[in-house]
């Protein structure tokens, strides 16, 4: 139910303009994971961390009432508080929501929520170097472009910074555009390296 709503959301509520004409809506599958990416952000600048409490404008209003009609939507503004429930209803964790004003992903994540009482001690290990990194990651890079931020061998990068990082679980793939893959700082550890969603 909490997938159903998901992906019917993002048919809602994407961009249907001429600037994304022909973008599908992404559905990625991971051992730890489903993320369904839709193109456009949240419409009228919403916040994220209303998300489910207060009622957005909708950017596609008229798709909405013809859903509404044809009972394929039961209730305007559901789907948040629906996929909360089902999540919560089995243990796990609730939804991630990431907006970066050119897409809104929902992430599920498979596993329950729990503190990992390590991950403190894993930061207090990494270099400020590293830190940069995971930072810089807020929006989705490439390897090439995290390199660059170094100023660093793009090589050596590639398996000295990255490649652990990606280990460990602290960077993840966010999109991959023909060759080119784009990683991004775990969304569960923003908070803790101090990262607000507005960033």
Excluded at 84 to 110: C, H, S, T, V
């Amino acid at each position: 139910m909490a997938i159903r709503e998901a992906i019917l959301n993002a048919l809602i509520h994407r961009d249907y303009s001429r600037h994304t004409d022909g973008t599908p809506i992404d559905i990625k599958m991971f051992t730890d994971r489903i993320e369904i990416i839709s193109s456009g952000g949240i419409y009228g600048g919403f916040p994220v961390s209303q998300l489910g409490r207060d009622n957005p404008e909708s950017r596609n209003s008229a798709l909405v009432r013809i859903l509404e009609i044809l009972k394929i939507s039961e209730n305007r503004y559901s789907g948040i508080p629906t996929m909360e429930k089902e999540m919560k209803k089995y243990g796990l964790r609730a939804p991630e929501y990431i907006d970066n004003g050119r897409q809104f992903k929902i992430i599920f994540r498979n596993s329950l929520q729990q503190k990992d009482s390590s991950t403190d001690g894993v930061f207090q290990n990494l270099s400020e170097r590293e830190i940069k990194v995971l930072k810089s990651c807020i929006v989705p890079l490439s390897r090439k472009e995290i390199a660059q931020i170094l100023c660093l061998n793009y090589v050596y990068t590639s398996n000295n910074v990255i490649k652990p990082k990606i280990k460990k679980g602290l960077l993840v793939e966010a999109e991959k555009q023909g060759r080119t893959t784009r990683l991004e700082i775990e969304p569960s550890l923003r908070k803790q390296l101090g990262i607000s969603d507005n960033e």
